[in-house]
Every structure is written in C-alpha cells, then in structure tokens.
C-alpha cells in the first residue's frame, strides 16, 4: 500500500502535487499511528520557481534537504511557530517538492483531536499546513525522514477524484514570488472542509 520510493522520483512536480490528492499520509510516533486523507497541496518547482525556497539553487542548512533525491520528508518552521511538510520530489540535486495543505482526518481520530484540541467535525483540525501537521504530530524531527519508513510514509487507498472535483488556484502566501505568485499551482478537492481558506475556485 506504500507508495513506491519510484513514485516520488517524477520529475514533473505539478503533476505529483495533483496526483497525491486521495493519497493517503500516516505517522507513527510512540506506537501510536495516525493518517489523514491529503486533500490540498501546492507545487514547488525547484530552482526555477521565485516561491521556492531553492530558488535559484540557494542552498542552506535549511534548504539543503530540498537537494536529496525524492522520497524524504521537508519539515521547516515558519513564523517561528508553525512546522510545514512537505514531500521532497524528482531527482538529487533537482530540489522540487510538494507543500500539503490539508488532510481529512482517517485513522487515530481521537489521538488528532487530542493534539489539536478540537472535535474532528471542525474543519479547522487539519485544514492549512500548520494544522495539517500538528494534527499527524509532525514536527522538525520528521526532516530529512524516508518516507518509505516506519514514522512517515503515503499510501495509495485507491482514492480518486474526478477532474471536475478538484480545482487549480494560485498558491497562498507568496506574493514575494512577483509573477510566479499567479501559477496555478495549488491543488485541493472542492467543497472538501479540510481545505484552507480561501477555498473559492
């Protein structure tokens, strides 16, 4: 059921992103495992893409994970509170990856409204990268993490939308990235209330 360390070596990142919506991401930490649905994500295209933080091929002790060969796990801090994952794609030293957005809570239901404190019925619980995070208990440990391993992996449940289903948007957040703020690259299952705001088409 894993995904196939193959899968995440696709080169094409905006069609990874798309394609992991219905996939399924689980945790295991203290024996105890949780998964959610992946509902939202958005595509990072590497050195070419002015949102990306390897633009340009910048490479730091944060951005150095980005460079692995796809299949490991990127989690970094942003606004000093909130830790985002994302899935490392394509090939060594072609640093793409996919930011997921939003989960629909699946397995260890009550561990996820544990940690964030609300029922799962609020959208809220893992609606955004932050909640989607803390909602699967994932922090900076999980950087670097092969997600063909025993903490951190996807599986594929058979899950598919239809392409009416699903919308393509601008990206959040990132008007910094001038022109390339515009690219429709994030992905996310309409009327699902596990998406982020804003969640129009």
């Known amino acids: 059921m894993k995904l196939n360390p193959e899968y995440y070596l696709n080169e094409d990142v905006v069609a990874l992103a798309k394609d992991l919506l219905g996939k399924?991401?689980?945790t295991k930490i203290d024996n105890e495992i949780t998964a959610g649905?992946?509902?939202e994500t958005e595509a990072y295209f590497g050195i070419k893409d002015?949102?990306?933080h390897a633009y340009g091929g910048r490479r730091t002790n944060r951005t150095e994970t980005m460079f692995g060969a796809?299949?490991?796990?990127y989690v970094y801090l942003c606004y000093g509170m909130h830790n985002l994952f994302n899935v490392v794609t394509s090939v060594e030293n072609d640093p793409h990856a996919v930011l997921i957005r939003g989960i629909e809570p699946l397995v260890g239901i009550d561990?996820?409204?544990?940690r964030r404190n609300m029922p799962y019925t609020k959208g809220a619980i893992s609606a955004g990268p932050g909640s989607a995070a803390k909602a699967l208990g994932i922090d900076r440990t999980f950087n670097t993490k092969n997600l063909a391993g025993e903490e951190i992996w996807i599986e594929d449940h058979g899950i598919r939308y239809k392409e009416e289903d699903l919308a393509a948007t601008p990206r959040v957040g990132?008007?910094?990235?001038?022109?390339?703020?515009?690219?429709p690259w994030r992905f996310f299952v309409k009327g699902n209330k596990y998406v982020s705001k804003p969640n129009k088409v």
């Open 24 to 26: 399924v991401l689980y």
């Open 37 to 39: 649905i992946i509902v």
């Open 50 to 52: 002015k949102a990306s």
């Open 70 to 73: 796809g299949g490991i796990a």
């Open 111 to 114: 561990i996820i409204e544990e």
């Open 174 to 183: 990132i008007a910094y990235a001038k022109e390339h703020a515009l690219l």
